[in-house]
């Protein structure tokens, strides 16, 4: 019998609406999920369990009182530890804000809020989001779902790991260098990195920075839509924020692939890829690729990303962390140390060189996509690894020059400006969830989402391709 939290969140809410079930039961469900999973594996990192039954209470009362619902109302929400919530424990992962309790939510909250979720609890995440392993001074390691001494990848992976042991029925995230997309990939869920400004970014303290975005995480497509849905937004706060954020409002429905053209990649030919991985990826290509009207195997240009990334990230981190650096060193992690250095090498003509490479990446890649409708490639280079391990540090007996490199596969999309989805594909050679990136220039949210929703539906059709579930039994 499938007990509530198992339910995906569009059903649940569904029910929800139609009194079949109530939002307490859904919350108890999850509650009751966090207790028997989260010692172990540490993916909900606070919480105030008496304030989530209340918050569940207050939302049957709406139910019975006939008010008007929300579309995430009585859903249990994941916030990713980077998010500020009144009232409740928000860190950022950082011993400098140890014991910060805010006294007001920030933009996503109150929006998440404002649809009528439920506010459930803190999911980990490294040190200000700086790091693909989800680990931190404050709280320690997240466990990955199908193997406890793997990592959930991050810096999204309290969120991906609490998703997959259905501790909360939709999470949210946020991506720079694969944040959101690389944690569902290693965790079988789902993930969605919108174009700039369609989830307002207001409380940033670099606000012309379109390469970080929040954005949506659920256990398939429909369910991460529909948290898009409450989060996207028009706010003139956010120098990005645009009017396309109004055009998700529309219902999501499937898409015919046959009149698509798809392009797919290994590498991105700039990538650091596990040789097994790329196997992986080739083979469960082949499996599909035949529902698009045509399908070839290429990649846009992306000249010298890994410089341009380097430059431009570590501008963004000396505006966000450099005051923190200088006065709060000892409290840092090695992570956002590491950044701040690098950063602070670089001077007005790296910064110079760098835009103008970004620009010339960000045309290559327009450029691209007027042959092809979508781009695929593999959520991540590598197979989840050990969470004892910070970082992958060397691919296919090649060391990697910075902890960041193997990454690539995410970060070299970012800086051509893209929307993208992470969709999980079956298991790779070792018996861990593997995933695949779908990826447009920013600007068509829309139609992605229903190619995603279309190529999810395909993958269901095999055991090979279809969402992994962990045996938590």
């Given at each position: 019998?499938?007990?509530?939290?198992?339910?995906?969140?569009?059903?649940?809410?569904?029910?929800?609406?139609?009194?079949?079930?109530?939002?307490?039961?859904?919350?108890?469900?999850?509650?009751?999920?966090?207790?028997?999973?989260?010692?172990?594996?540490?993916?909900?990192?606070?919480?105030?369990?008496?304030?989530?039954?209340?918050?569940?209470?207050?939302?049957?009362?709406?139910?019975?009182?006939?008010?008007?619902?929300?579309?995430?109302?009585?859903?249990?929400?994941?916030?990713?530890?980077?998010?500020?919530?009144?009232?409740?424990?928000?860190?950022?992962?950082?011993?400098?804000?140890?014991?910060?309790?805010?006294?007001?939510?920030?933009?996503?909250?109150?929006?998440?809020?404002?649809?009528?979720?439920?506010?459930?609890?803190?999911?980990?995440?490294?040190?200000?989001?700086?790091?693909?392993?989800?680990?931190?001074?404050?709280?320690?390691?997240?466990?990955?779902?199908?193997?406890?001494?793997?990592?959930?990848?991050?810096?999204?992976?309290?969120?991906?790991?609490?998703?997959?042991?259905?501790?909360?029925?939709?999470?949210?995230?946020?991506?720079?260098?694969?944040?959101?997309?690389?944690?569902?990939?290693?965790?079988?869920?789902?993930?969605?990195?919108?174009?700039?400004?369609?989830?307002?970014?207001?409380?940033?303290?670099?606000?012309?920075?379109?390469?970080?975005?929040?954005?949506?995480?659920?256990?398939?497509?429909?369910?991460?839509?529909?948290?898009?849905?409450?989060?996207?937004?028009?706010?003139?706060?956010?120098?990005?924020?645009?009017?396309?954020?109004?055009?998700?409002?529309?219902?999501?429905?499937?898409?015919?692939?046959?009149?698509?053209?798809?392009?797919?990649?290994?590498?991105?030919?700039?990538?650091?890829?596990?040789?097994?991985?790329?196997?992986?990826?080739?083979?469960?290509?082949?499996?599909?690729?035949?529902?698009?009207?045509?399908?070839?195997?290429?990649?846009?240009?992306?000249?010298?990303?890994?410089?341009?990334?380097?430059?431009?990230?570590?501008?963004?981190?000396?505006?966000?962390?450099?005051?923190?650096?200088?006065?709060?060193?000892?409290?840092?992690?090695?992570?956002?140390?590491?950044?701040?250095?690098?950063?602070?090498?670089?001077?007005?003509?790296?910064?110079?060189?760098?835009?103008?490479?970004?620009?010339?990446?960000?045309?290559?890649?327009?450029?691209?996509?007027?042959?092809?409708?979508?781009?695929?490639?593999?959520?991540?280079?590598?197979?989840?690894?050990?969470?004892?391990?910070?970082?992958?540090?060397?691919?296919?007996?090649?060391?990697?020059?910075?902890?960041?490199?193997?990454?690539?596969?995410?970060?070299?999309?970012?800086?051509?400006?893209?929307?993208?989805?992470?969709?999980?594909?079956?298991?790779?050679?070792?018996?861990?969830?593997?995933?695949?990136?779908?990826?447009?220039?920013?600007?068509?949210?829309?139609?992605?989402?229903?190619?995603?929703?279309?190529?999810?539906?395909?993958?269901q059709m095999s055991k090979k391709t279809k969402r992994p579930i962990p045996e938590i039994n």
């Amino acid at each position: 019998m499938t007990r509530p939290c198992e339910l995906s969140a569009s059903e649940a809410r569904k029910l929800i609406g139609k009194k079949k079930l109530s939002s307490l039961e859904l919350t108890k469900s999850c509650l009751e999920n966090v207790k028997k999973f989260n010692p172990k594996i540490n993916a909900i990192v606070a919480i105030d369990e008496y304030d989530v039954i209340k918050q569940a209470t207050e939302a049957d009362k709406k139910i019975k009182k006939g008010d008007k619902l929300g579309i995430l109302h009585g859903l249990p929400i994941g916030i990713k530890d980077l998010n500020m919530v009144k009232g409740l424990r928000s860190t950022s992962g950082s011993l400098i804000y140890k014991k910060h309790i805010p006294e007001k939510d920030d933009e996503i909250v109150k929006n998440i809020r404002k649809a009528g979720g439920i506010i459930f609890g803190k999911t980990n995440t490294p040190e200000f989001g700086a790091g693909a392993n989800s680990k931190n001074r404050v709280y320690g390691a997240t466990g990955n779902p199908f193997d406890y001494d793997k990592t959930p990848a991050g810096s999204s992976g309290g969120s991906a790991a609490a998703l997959a042991l259905n501790m909360v029925s939709l999470a949210n995230g946020s991506d720079y260098a694969g944040s959101l997309r690389t944690p569902a990939g290693f965790c079988g869920v789902t993930g969605f990195r919108p174009s700039p400004g369609i989830v307002p970014s207001t409380d940033s303290n670099v606000a012309l920075n379109p390469f970080s975005v929040q954005g949506p995480m659920g256990k398939d497509v429909k369910d991460t839509y529909l948290l898009l849905q409450a989060q996207a937004d028009i706010n003139n706060l956010d120098p990005f924020s645009n009017s396309n954020a109004t055009e998700l409002l529309e219902n999501l429905v499937e898409c015919d692939l046959s009149s698509f053209k798809m392009a797919y990649s290994d590498d991105l030919g700039c990538a650091p890829v596990d040789k097994l991985i790329a196997s992986t990826f080739f083979t469960k290509i082949k499996s599909f690729k035949n529902h698009f009207k045509s399908s070839r195997k290429c990649h846009p240009d992306f000249l010298d990303i890994h410089d341009c990334f380097e430059v431009i990230r570590g501008f963004n981190y000396v505006s966000s962390h450099g005051e923190k650096f200088l006065s709060s060193k000892k409290l840092l992690g090695p992570n956002v140390i590491d950044n701040v250095e690098r950063g602070l090498k670089f001077n007005i003509n790296d910064l110079s060189w760098a835009y103008r490479e970004q620009t010339k990446i960000f045309k290559n890649f327009r450029k691209f996509f007027e042959e092809f409708d979508v781009l695929i490639c593999p959520s991540a280079s590598v197979s989840p690894f050990p969470h004892e391990k910070l970082f992958v540090d060397e691919i296919n007996g090649e060391r990697m020059p910075n902890y960041t490199r193997w990454l690539a596969l995410s970060y070299a999309p970012t800086m051509a400006l893209p929307c993208a989805w992470s969709l999980p594909c079956g298991l790779d050679n070792l018996n861990m969830p593997f995933g695949i990136q779908l990826i447009t220039p920013a600007g068509n949210d829309l139609k992605l989402s229903k190619i995603a929703l279309a190529i999810e539906n395909a993958l269901q059709m095999s055991k090979k391709t279809k969402r992994p579930i962990p045996e938590i039994n």
